[in-house]
């Protein structure tokens, strides 16, 4: 039973940084792309950034310039790096993992728990 663990979020100031990291249990084969969606209040879940097996990122236009994606293969960890924040950034943010199973012919999908962000003054 493959978990995702997110971690680094709390309370920032306009224009500050944070770090989320993502971390799963146990190796998760046949990835086709990990990602980083969020939610804020009475909004529906988006896309902020993916990164694809081949290494290729795609972000959402509202963070494009502030926040990167990247990913490290051999600890099993995706990280969300996020600078110049601003409030309209406050949400709960999740991490996801995508796999495609050839031989079961079977995607999977799968979710962490989400961790705050709450950018304020």
């Known amino acids: 039973q493959v978990q995702l663990v997110e971690s680094g979020g709390g309370l920032v100031q306009p224009g500050g940084s944070l770090r989320l990291s993502c971390a799963a249990s146990?190796?998760?084969?046949?990835?086709?792309?990990m990602a980083w969606y969020r939610q804020a209040p009475g909004k529906q879940r988006e896309l902020v950034a993916t990164?694809?097996?081949?290494?290729?990122?795609v972000y959402a236009d509202s963070v494009k310039g502030r926040f990167t994606i990247s990913r490290d293969n051999a600890k099993n960890t995706v990280a969300l790096q996020m600078d110049s924040l601003k409030p309209e950034d406050t949400a709960v943010y999740y991490c996801?993992?995508?796999?495609?199973?050839?031989?079961?012919?079977?995607?999977?999908?799968?979710w962490g728990q989400g961790t705050q962000v709450t950018v304020s003054s």
């Open positions: 996801n993992v995508g796999a495609y199973r050839r031989f079961e012919r079977k995607a999977y999908d799968y």
């Open positions: 146990e190796t998760i084969f046949d990835i086709s792309a």
């Open positions: 990164i694809r097996s081949g290494g290729s990122t």
